[in-house]
């Protein structure tokens, strides 16, 4: 039986290429959205992927999306979160980061690929907060022993 991967953000710009990558791979694919009704999600049903309703705020739904997966794609989205405050959006893209982490050690996801981006406060002293907190997460799965690949998409 073919691999399950959970694909969080699956109808966005960078998730829903992976699925269809994945699909066309032959592994099934647990595709995860806000809106599992929406037009690209019903696309995505109909290229075969599974689609379920999930949002990173909510850590139940985040279980659920992750139970029995083989291996997660995630990103988090700094700028949903951003509002009007750059410090609470750096920090509760952190807090969602890490707990999609700590799902997937305790479920025994084998491979997460994390979509991260460089530390520009180690790096020129600057905090860049929607870097950054994609940094910290990344390294935060390097702690706690997620075995991980990361990529770092310039533009998309």
């Known amino acids: 039986m073919a691999r399950l991967i959970t694909v969080f953000g699956a109808t966005g710009a960078q998730g829903g290429p992976i699925v269809h990558s994945l699909l ?24 075969g992927a599974e689609v379920v309703k999930g949002d990173l705020g909510n850590i139940l739904s985040v279980e659920a999306a992750v139970k029995g997966a083989y291996g997660v794609f995630y990103v988090t989205n700094f700028w949903e979160l951003f509002g009007r405050d750059q410090k609470t959006a750096y920090d509760k893209e952190i807090e969602q980061g890490k707990a999609v982490a700590d799902v997937c050690k305790r479920e025994g996801v084998k491979h997460v690929v994390y979509s991260a ?16 907190s994609k940094a910290v997460v990344d390294k935060y799965l390097d702690e706690i022993g997620v075995p991980k690949t990361s990529v770092r998409y310039p533009f998309y």
């Open 24 to 47: 066309e791979g032959g592994f099934r694919v647990r595709g995860v959205s806000r809106n599992p009704d929406s037009d690209k999600a019903k696309a995505l049903i109909a290229a």
């Open 117 to 132: 981006l460089d530390a520009v406060k180690e790096q020129i002293g600057t905090l860049c907060p929607h870097f950054d």
